[in-house]
């Protein structure tokens, strides 16, 4: 599992209501990533941190912010959760010494 | 990246090796070769990857082709816990623009039997 947990690991919230969720490593990895999964569309990234504090939007950030203020963690927020936003979200984590990602267990959340 | 194309789904006997295919035509010379595997309901988990030489190590085996346009993941010995979606995923290394990214498509659904 490469020392990443997320919490919560399920959810269910109502629609306009804030969502946070959040990544743990505990492995010092300079980079970080949040996907979602969705059936029919794989993986799709939706925010990474190349750093404390140094933050990029992926494909899908629309509806998605992100925070980085240490190392080991990562938080994904939802302003205000919609139902488009129900989803499996995955964090991994990536060293400097390569481009390969280990990934977290997932979180999933349910807008209702 | 380099766009992948795999086979939507195989099957394979428990115990039987299982021989997974990808091509990868379009890929270029610094760009490597990635399996990940995902069980249900977990995350995606990496298995190995290769640039040009074939790779072993204690979950698979890639062998890449000589003009690198296609690969081959092999499970010497399947076991009905390898049932899994396999992803081929071809990426450049260390550095560059794409901070990483990797581009997940359908995949391969494998399918072992007892």
């Given at each position: 599992d490469a020392g990443i947990t997320q919490s919560p690991r399920h959810k269910v919230t109502e629609t306009g209501t804030p969502v946070t969720l959040r990544c743990h490593q505990t492995e010092n990895h300079r980079y970080m990533y949040w996907y979602r999964q969705d059936p029919g569309h794989g993986l799709r990234?939706?925010?990474?941190?190349?750093?404390?504090?140094?933050?990029?939007?992926?494909?899908?950030?629309?509806?998605?912010?992100?925070?980085?203020?240490?190392?080991?963690?990562?938080?994904?927020?939802?302003?205000?959760?919609?139902s488009s936003q129900t989803s499996v979200y995955f964090c991994a984590i990536r060293g400097t010494e390569g481009p390969t990602q280990y990934f977290g267990p997932g979180t999933r959340l349910l807008v209702l | 990246d380099a766009k992948t194309t795999q086979p939507p789904s195989m099957d394979c006997a428990?115990?039987?090796?299982?021989?997974?295919?990808?091509?990868?035509?379009?890929?270029?010379?610094?760009?490597?070769?990635?399996?990940?595997?995902?069980?249900?309901?977990?995350?995606?988990q990496y298995i190995i990857h290769g640039l040009k030489n074939n790779e072993t190590n204690e979950m698979a085996s890639l062998i890449i082709t000589e003009?690198?346009?296609?690969?081959?993941?092999i499970l010497?010995?399947?076991?009905?816990?390898?049932?899994?979606?396999?992803?081929c995923i071809v990426r450049e290394g260390t550095g560059g623009t794409s901070y990483g990214k990797l581009t997940f498509g359908q995949g391969t659904i494998l399918t072992v039997h007892p």
């Open positions: 990234l939706i925010h990474y941190s190349y750093g404390v504090k140094d933050t990029d939007k992926g494909e899908v950030s629309d509806g998605y912010s992100v925070s980085r203020s240490k190392t080991e963690d990562f938080l994904l927020t939802l302003e205000s959760a919609t | 428990e115990g039987r090796a299982a021989n997974l295919p990808c091509n990868h035509s379009t890929i270029s010379g610094n760009e490597y070769v990635y399996w990940y595997r995902q069980i249900h309901s977990q995350g995606p003009d690198r346009k296609s690969s081959t993941l010497p010995h399947a076991t009905l816990r390898d049932t899994a979606v396999y992803y």
